[in-house]
């Protein structure tokens, strides 16, 4: 089983989290992708945009946040982390 939590933060407090679960035969990349996507629909956003710094911090400890700077639109929280939490 596959398992990403989003987490929405300002000022230091978590106002939304979720966790998206995916048991397919599909590549860790693919489950991730999906997985964001899924996160930002049920969190009303649009997809962020991955920075280099946050594909390697991502495939460093599968932790990463998007900031504003990662949003062409405007966000009215901090950031948006999302973490795997399991993995096959």
């Not at 397919?24 to 920075?51: M, N």
């Not at 280099?52 to 998007?66: E, P, Y």
Request: glycine share 2%; net charge negative.
């Amino acid at each position: 089983m596959f398992r990403m939590w989003g987490k929405i933060f300002r000022k230091q407090h978590m106002l939304r989290d979720m966790v998206y679960e995916d048991d397919s035969d599909d590549t860790r990349t693919h489950k991730v992708f999906r997985g964001l996507e899924e996160i930002c629909y049920a969190f009303d956003l649009q997809r962020p945009i991955w920075l280099d710094t946050n594909i390697r911090q991502f495939q460093q400890v599968a932790k990463t946040r998007f900031t504003r700077d990662n949003f062409t639109e405007t966000i009215s929280f901090d950031y948006l982390e999302i973490q795997i939490i399991e993995e096959d």
